[in-house]
């Protein structure tokens, strides 16, 4: 299981990093509508939505997603949005229990988790993107080493029993040393981080570890409501596209706007 596991992941990491870095904007496109299609596919199913139904939602969430490519100018709008569902939406469902999110909502959730992250990966530079998806791994490798060894109280334990408060303290000290990292070596954020500017850079990192978090949540939340342990099967060890890109769902949209913040976009 676990060979299996790492190979799959080690597939999809040089994969991505290629289209990434190596596509132009239109085909890099291609491949996010694709990768939504199937993950709206998959939370429609999460969603309960049944066939033919829950493939039309795949479809319809590529769709939206590429006809909103012509006016990219308003990224930050639609990241903005998105931003205050992490922020309040999000982590109010998930204190009262997802179900008290009605099963009405659920399409209109999965367009807000979906699209505006996919907006945000086509509007920020290449190296951003890998530098924000490079602070999700990190976050989430060292949430669950530390986890591991040292995890003793739970952070949601009806809806992820094996996340605990060691793990996120883990995974917020391993991002703000990346965070650090990334201010010194990378010339363009060095010239922008200075002075003063370290203090909220730092906190920012902080907070897009802390969406790494509720993304990670309101998906397993959503598969637990659903009675599913993956969100689909297409990917040997990990399960499905959406298990794979929940963190990220959450974290490029915040990450674009705090990259605006500081002058970086």
Do not use: N
Not at 93 to 110: D, K, N, T, Y
Not at 128 to 155: C, E, N, P, S
Not at 195 to 208: E, I, K, M, Q, S
């Amino acid at each position: 299981m676990f060979l299996t596991r790492a190979l799959t992941a080690a597939a999809l990491l040089a994969a991505f990093i290629s289209a990434i870095w190596f596509l132009e904007r239109p085909a890099l496109a291609g491949v996010v509508a694709v990768i939504l299609a199937v993950a709206g596919y998959e939370w429609s199913a999460l969603g309960q939505l049944r066939k033919p139904v829950s493939g039309i939602y795949g479809i319809v969430c590529a769709a939206l997603f590429i006809g909103f490519l012509p006016f990219i100018s308003l990224a930050p709008w639609m990241c903005g949005v998105a931003s205050l569902f992490w922020a309040v939406a999000a982590p109010l469902w998930l204190a009262r229990g997802f179900a008290s999110c009605p099963a009405s909502l659920m399409p209109a959730v999965g367009l807000v988790v979906l699209i505006p992250a996919g907006i945000a990966l086509l509007t920020l530079d290449r190296e951003q993107v890998l530098m924000l998806l490079g602070l999700v791994w990190i976050a989430d490798t060292a949430a669950y080493l530390a986890g591991r060894a040292f995890g003793k109280h739970k952070l949601a334990p009806v809806i992820s029993p094996g996340k605990t408060w060691e793990g996120v303290a883990g995974a917020v000290g391993a991002v703000a040393i990346y965070a650090i990292i990334w201010a010194v070596f990378d010339p363009a954020m060095a010239a922008r981080v200075q002075g003063a500017v370290w203090l909220p850079y730092l906190a920012g990192a902080v907070l897009l570890c802390a969406a790494s978090v509720v993304g990670d949540l309101l998906e397993s939340a959503a598969k637990r409501r659903a009675g599913a342990k993956d969100s689909g099967r297409l990917l040997p060890g990990h399960g499905g596209v959406l298990d794979r890109i929940d963190s990220a769902t959450a974290t490029l949209p915040v990450g674009l706007l705090l990259l605006q913040a500081i002058g970086a976009t």
